[in-house]
């Protein structure tokens, strides 16, 4: 076959234009960082970082779950603080009055107290957070004690979180369970009121007040209960937490090794290439310089 110097010309050429394509993949490859610029590229690459990719969003996600979930948590756990620390001492004013030293006037001033601790207790039944009010269960729009009018409705439906693949954490506590029961804490302070404004000049009756100690005792284990179950799920949501925090380590490091280049080898690779360039241009010239016009001279 005869080679003429056409074939040879266009064979430079296109040697080169390959050339130029390979140091453009390269340079392209030390800009972004990444093996691969379209999925044509390597369609193999492409799909399991389609794959890797989807994962660390997952984790991603359940990670802001479980800050969610922790938001619920943190701010129930102190409104129960504070729903112990009210009932504690309401239950130290009954102490104080069941000890039948108290005069008439000195009771009434016990009940005025215990009454801005109710205000107190409805205050903390009605926490909102972010607009929700955190013991209504999924209602969480609307305040499980009306104020205005008393009534009292706590709503028992479980706030569920997914934290993970197949895995919902409770994020609530169950105002009824808290607030609730037979008597309410409510109904138990209130009671306690009325004793302590009963009229007529009979002494106070100790065992009515003892009776009251009672039902305040049962509405302080309430709230002790659902700190102590509270705080169990606590401790599981910082297991999930940590075993998210490990799968989004290892699903970023995966992602990494199939997508991310490796600079050392990616610019020998273009300083080997455009060697190999400047080594093609320049045996090009010598070779396509001589023509039949340069010997017929």
């Not at 064979?11 to 140091?23: A, D, E, F, I, W």
């Not at 499980?144 to 439906?157: K, M």
């Amino acid at each position: 076959m005869r080679v003429t110097q056409g074939m040879i010309s266009n064979n430079m050429l296109r040697n080169l234009t390959n050339s130029y394509g390979k140091m453009d993949t390269y340079l392209y490859q030390l800009s972004t960082g990444k093996k691969i610029n379209r999925p044509s590229d390597d369609p193999v690459i492409a799909m399991k970082g389609m794959g890797y990719r989807t994962e660390l969003v997952r984790v991603e996600q359940y990670i802001r779950n479980t800050n969610e979930v922790h938001n619920w948590m943190d701010n129930t756990d102190a409104a129960l603080d504070k729903a112990t620390s009210a009932m504690q001492r309401i239950r130290e004013l009954a102490v104080q009055a069941s000890n039948g030293t108290y005069d008439k006037e000195e009771l009434v001033n016990i009940s005025e107290e215990v009454k801005q601790l109710k205000e107190h207790m409805i205050e903390i039944a009605n926490t909102n957070v972010n607009d929700k009010y955190i013991f209504n269960g999924t209602k969480t729009d609307t305040a499980p004690i009306n104020q205005e009018t008393g009534g009292v409705d706590f709503d028992n439906s479980p706030v569920l979180i997914e934290v993970s693949s197949g895995t919902a954490l409770k994020a609530n506590v169950d105002g009824n369970e808290v607030f609730g029961g037979e008597p309410s804490i409510f109904d138990a302070i209130d009671t306690f009121i009325e004793k302590l404004e009963a009229t007529g000049d009979s002494d106070l009756d100790n065992e009515a007040i003892d009776a009251s100690i009672a039902e305040l005792d049962i509405g302080i284990n309430n709230i002790v209960n659902a700190r102590a179950e509270l705080g169990a799920r606590m401790n599981r949501l910082e297991l999930v937490e940590n075993r998210l925090s490990e799968q989004e380590v290892i699903a970023t490091q995966t992602m990494s090794q199939n997508e991310d280049i490796d600079y050392a080898k990616a610019i020998t690779e273009l300083i080997t290439q455009e060697s190999l360039h400047r080594a093609a241009l320049s045996a090009g010239a010598r070779i396509i310089q001589p023509s039949l016009v340069d010997f017929l001279r």
